[in-house]
């Protein structure tokens, strides 16, 4: 009977294209969870617990050490901030020792600071920590956050049906659409319905969400990471290609600069994230984020890639022995023709020396009788200019990447020997000596 009540209050709100006119680029920001998770304590670890005075010195940040310079314009909460029942008048109520000014106020404050404003809530019953879901309050909790000007919604899919998602996540949209504040809408939709056996309907989602989330948590660790990279490269449910301006899909939070990556690790998972076109929201302290990372992090020429207004996603186009490339269509173009964003992704995590990769962009399947400029983005050096059948080489850190810009500067339409050259190379150095088995 419940679910009976549920689906038909979902009919009374009008199911539309959730077409707001947000996320032209990929979003930007900071978000709690993956390094604060639920910590409620705020008596025994004030510094850590989620509270606004934690996420008012994380805004701070944001605007005094660069990162709003850089792009990063969203500041937001995840799960753990409400109190465990609903007000009398039904509204959703934050925790009022965590949060004594209340959730307007600490949005005016953000705003204030020239940042944006996220809240999370669930679809379900109940939050994935045991708080009041929206199951039912639909219009009310949409109505309540745009009051309290909220701009970014992340809807989690806890304690509810996959099955019910088709309709319940349409609803909620069209709820947010219908305060007529603008708000960015993502879902964890696709997520819960791949987790129970279903194929999720990307049309559907793209049509209703701004963002979307399809695979596991993200973890402070090399393997979890590795797992989401191989996601995205298989690719199995033919996702990547529903991205695009105003709708991206979201492989999770960004956990550069914690405990659990290496610099190149963190290197590595940067341009992956920019090479699918994600959505780049950090979770980490900002209090103490060595340098090294928040360089990486605030790179001005890798987040131009990562906000290139093509809105392409790129792909995993070929894989060699321990090495996997990936590439996405950028700005500029000429002719009608791409430039390109390229990962070599060097996986091999026994490691002790760099791969030695040499590749041409006819390997790479981009080449198609046009030459290139090409530059490594971390470090700005200026490869050379290639064409389609001459080699590039370049050293590859183990478990790290080498992110490299082909600028395309002209068409060439007779094609010499060796042009059409397919090939790619990897040389271990450190095996060139050895003759055992």
Known sequence: MLLLLTLCMFCTVPVSSLENGLARTPPMGWLAWERFRCNTDCVEDPEFCISERLFKRMADLLVTEGYKDAGYEYIMMDDCWLTHKRGEDGRLVADPERFPGGIKA?????????????????????????????????EVD???????????????????????????????????????????????????????????????????????????????????????????????????????????????????????????????????WVIFASPLIMSNDLRTIRPEFKEILQHPAVLKVAQDPLGRPGRRVARKE?????????????KGKYSHAVVIFNRWADGGVPLKVSFTPSFLGIADGRAYVVSDIYSGQVLGTYKPGERVKVAVNPMGVRLLRFNIVGLRS?????????????????????RGD
């Open 414 to 434: 007779n094609m010499t020997e060796g042009e059409e050259d397919l090939g790619c190379d990897v040389l271990n150095p450190g095996k060139t000596g050895w």
């Open 142 to 272: 949409a109505q309540t956050f745009a009051e309290w000007g909220v701009d970014f919604v992340k809807m989690d899919g806890c304690n509810s049906d996959p099955k019910d998602m088709d309709v319940g996540f349409p609803a909620f949209g069209a709820a947010l659409a219908a305060t007529g504040r603008s708000m960015i809408y993502q879902c964890e939709w696709p997520l819960y319905q791949g987790g129970a056996g279903m194929l999720p309907n990307y049309t559907a989602i793209r049509e209703h969400c701004n963002l979307w989330r399809n695979f596991y948590d993200v973890q402070d660790n090399w393997n979890n990471i590795q797992g989401i990279v191989d996601y995205y490269g298989d690719d199995k449910d033919g996702f990547l290609e529903h991205a695009g301006p105003g709708g991206w899909n979201d492989p999770d939070m960004l956990v550069i600069g914690n405990f659990g990556l290496s610099y190149d690790q963190s290197k590595a998972q940067m341009a992956l």
């Open 106 to 138: 600490l949005a005016d404050y953000v705003h204030k600071l020239g940042l944006k404003f996220g809240i999370y809530e669930d679809f379900g019953t109940e939050t994935c920590g045991g708080y009041p879901g929206s199951l039912g309050h639909l």
């Open 322 to 334: 321990h090495i996997d490339f990936f590439t996405r269509p950028i700005h500029p173009i000429y």
